[in-house]
């Protein structure tokens, strides 16, 4: 069995938890309240600007020349691909494209997590944190899709992206390298590569979270 298999297993509890919270729930039935939304993309567009610079950092660090091209790559599509989506969210859903925002919370201790072990943890650790972000997304995505009767859903964007074949192979070339590199390790690295990607799933799963709860610095409320 690979080694993204076995994680998966151990992450499905919090997986199932995912597909049940109002936030995710209500996403896919079209009937999330917009500031719920709007606070969401908000804070998620913050995440992609950071998230895109670990994963071309990450690419910096790999010895594949393959790897190290992709992972630039995937940084890109982070920071330009979907912040063009955003954009176009912003004008949708009534947010200000230039207006400052605020790092709140989850979104902070996601960023930094993140890009601490992409820092200072090896390669193989840094990848297995990155993973979630891909692949959690592209799960929920495929389950929203599976869900839909029509084109009603005024959230319909945001689930075609994610459950589109475009974002689909760049999850399984981040999959690959990540087993490949497990393969080629020892159990210590294995383990620590683990629980990296349970701690990047439970931020997933706090990320949605906090946009439901409204989840704000308490100077900000």
């Given at each position: 069995?690979?080694?993204?298999?076995?994680?998966?297993?151990?992450?499905?509890?919090?997986?199932?938890?995912i597909?049940?919270?109002?936030?995710?729930?209500?996403?896919?039935?079209?009937?999330?309240?917009?500031?719920?939304?709007?606070?969401?993309?908000?804070q998620?567009?913050?995440?992609?600007?950071?998230?895109?610079?670990?994963?071309?950092?990450?690419?910096?660090?790999?010895?594949?020349?393959?790897?190290?091209?992709?992972?630039?790559?995937?940084?890109k599509?982070?920071?330009?691909?979907?912040?063009?989506?955003?954009?176009?969210?912003?004008?949708?859903?009534?947010?200000?494209?230039?207006?400052?925002?605020?790092?709140?919370?989850?979104?902070?201790h996601?960023?930094?997590?993140?890009?601490?072990?992409?820092?200072f943890?090896?390669?193989?650790?840094?990848?297995?944190?990155?993973?979630?972000?891909?692949?959690?997304?592209?799960?929920?995505?495929?389950?929203?899709?599976?869900?839909?009767?029509?084109?009603?859903?005024?959230?319909?964007?945001?689930?075609?992206?994610?459950?589109?074949?475009?974002?689909?192979?760049?999850?399984?070339?981040?999959?690959?390298?990540t087993?490949?590199?497990?393969?080629?390790?020892?159990?210590?690295?294995?383990?620590?590569?683990?629980?990296?990607?349970?701690?990047?799933?439970?931020?997933?799963?706090?990320?949605?979270?906090?946009a439901?709860?409204?989840?704000?610095?308490?100077?900000?409320?």
């Amino acid at each position: 069995m690979k080694w993204t298999e076995h994680v998966w297993k151990d992450i499905q509890p919090l997986y199932n938890k995912i597909l049940a919270m109002p936030f995710i729930q209500e996403l896919k039935g079209g009937t999330l309240p917009l500031e719920k939304f709007q606070f969401y993309m908000l804070q998620d567009a913050k995440y992609l600007e950071h998230y895109g610079r670990a994963l071309a950092a990450l690419g910096s660090k790999a010895m594949d020349i393959d790897m190290a091209l992709d992972f630039f790559e995937f940084g890109k599509n982070a920071l330009v691909v979907e912040k063009a989506l955003h954009e176009a969210y912003f004008q949708q859903f009534g947010l200000e494209q230039q207006q400052e925002i605020t790092i709140e919370p989850t979104c902070h201790h996601y960023i930094h997590f993140l890009k601490s072990t992409v820092a200072f943890d090896s390669i193989e650790v840094a990848t297995a944190a990155i993973l979630p972000c891909f692949w959690i997304y592209k799960e929920v995505g495929d389950y929203i899709l599976s869900q839909q009767t029509g084109d009603a859903n005024p959230y319909k964007n945001w689930i075609d992206t994610y459950s589109g074949e475009e974002f689909a192979e760049g999850v399984k070339k981040a999959l690959a390298y990540t087993d490949q590199l497990a393969e080629n390790t020892t159990q210590q690295i294995r383990e620590a590569m683990r629980q990296a990607f349970i701690t990047a799933s439970e931020l997933e799963f706090m990320f949605w979270d906090a946009a439901y709860q409204n989840r704000q610095w308490l100077a900000n409320r």
